[in-house]
């Protein structure tokens, strides 16, 4: 079963060090989009097996892993963020399940933060009854509970192999087949969703989304959007914007922009002494005023 590994790096240089080291011997393609870090030229100077697409300006997520899928020929794709650390093991377990789970379109490992500790990576679809009690704050005031937490399934111990809704991006093996039929990523999804997008979408053809406790892959996690976290947070609601568009009837999309202009003045009010988040959400809720 042959596995190509696509990495889309952005000024993450000493974290993609790091993981391509734990990648030794598996065919990788790095995407760099325009990093001002040297992360390019260290792929380049030091991983000479590794494959790289630099790119001169930032394309966004999506469509830098769709330049790694179009480069490669194998079987099976794994989308994988350059801060993370997996090894062969895992790399095997979610190679076997997807050879035994046959209608399975996508996979993904058990997450783990830096400690060893949980770090929670499946969720249900955002739909608008979740998405408002998550934003609202229950998830985080209940979240041992189904119906509060239930858009994050923070209730929910990540320890079984179990058909879920969506994968968190940071580590997804995806079946080539599945991705002639449904299409790869949608690049209108610039940063964020892009991965919900296409997980409902191979659900909705068919195939099976599977979490695989077995396989276990350290992350990190938002190295990138650290760097920017006023871009980073408006990238998010622009995406779910877009993803509702996309998805779900036009009233979804009113009621949407009304609940989450409540919830971000909330924060607003809660962020009053934390001038990077205070700047970050008021970006926000200008642009779901646009919307």
Known sequence: MSLCIVIVSYNVSDRLRDCLRSLSGQRVIVVDNASSDGSAAMVHTEFPTVELVANTDNRGFAAACNQGIAASTEDFILILNPDTVATPVALQ???DVMRTESRAGA????LL???GSLQPSCRRFPILPRLLLD???FGKLFPHSKFFGGYRMTWWAHDQLLEVDQLMGAALLLRRAALEQ???FDERFFMYFEEVDLCLRLRDAGWKVLFVPGAEVMHHGGQSARQGLREATLYRYRSLGAFYRKHYPGWHLAVFKVAMGVAIMMRLVLYTFQPAKRAAFSAVLRHILSL
């Open 107 to 110: 996979c993904g490992p058990r």
């Open 135 to 137: 934003e609202l704050g």
């Open 93 to 95: 377990i979610l190679l």
């Open 113 to 115: 933060n830096p400690d």
């Open 182 to 184: 449904v299409g790869t």
